[in-house]
Structures are given as structure tokens and as C-alpha cells.
């Protein structure tokens, strides 16, 4: 596994230890090469979903939550960006985390 790839499985751990009322999942946003040998995506680069999905309960109310992991220099695309904003209008939750303690301490402040 890559370092992303472990990041990412500490970060949904760490959160649904910390948050039991939480149900998150990897989101394995990519390409597959089909038979005729051309690349397809799974999903289109106008809109992409975080690294980590699923909701969140909130006095009994499913928020969704969207993480997305960052590592390094990496940052956020322009789909990623419209995910983001329209996550958070729709009343959801959106974070950008580059370490276990960075998303748990931004879900604290948001849940």
C-alpha cells in the first residue's frame, strides 16, 4: 500500500473510534482499462469525491462527511474544489486532512 493509501485507513479508524455514530469507506476514485484497451474513469474529473465518504450522526441527524487525504505537496483539484462546495451548501460536512490528529480535530469543530 502506498503511504496515501495508509493515511487514508488510519484517518477513517481513528474517526469512527473516536465517533461510534460514524460510517465511513474508502472512495477508490480512478481508471480501468476496458477491453478495447481504452482508459475509462470511474469518475468524471468535473466533480470528484472525497478519499473518504459516509455520514455522520448529529443529534440524530445523518450528516454526510466527506474527508479528503493529502499528502505532501499535493492539493486540491478543481473537482475536488466543486465537491467540496457543493457538499458544504448542501449541509454536509467536507474536510482536507493531511494527518489523523488534523481530521479529528477539524471534525470537532464541524460535528
Do not use: C, H
Amino acid at each position: 500500500m502506498s503511504a496515501t493509501s495508509d493515511l487514508t485507513n488510519a484517518i477513517i479508524l481513528a474517526v469512527q473510534e473516536s465517533y461510534p455514530n460514524a460510517r465511513l469507506w474508502r472512495m477508490n476514485n480512478g481508471a480501468f482499462k476496458a477491453p478495447s484497451g481504452a482508459w475509462v474513469r470511474v469518475v468524471p474529473k468535473t466533480i470528484s469525491p472525497p478519499d473518504i465518504d459516509g455520514w455522520i450522526s448529529l443529534n440524530g441527524v445523518a450528516v454526510r462527511l466527506g474527508i479528503e487525504v493529502k499528502r505532501g505537496r499535493d492539493y486540491m483539484k478543481p473537482g475536488q474544489k466543486v465537491y467540496k462546495r457543493e457538499l458544504i451548501a448542501a449541509g454536509g460536512i467536507y474536510i482536507v486532512a493531511r494527518s489523523v490528529d488534523q481530521a479529528l480535530a477539524e471534525l470537532a469543530t464541524k460535528a
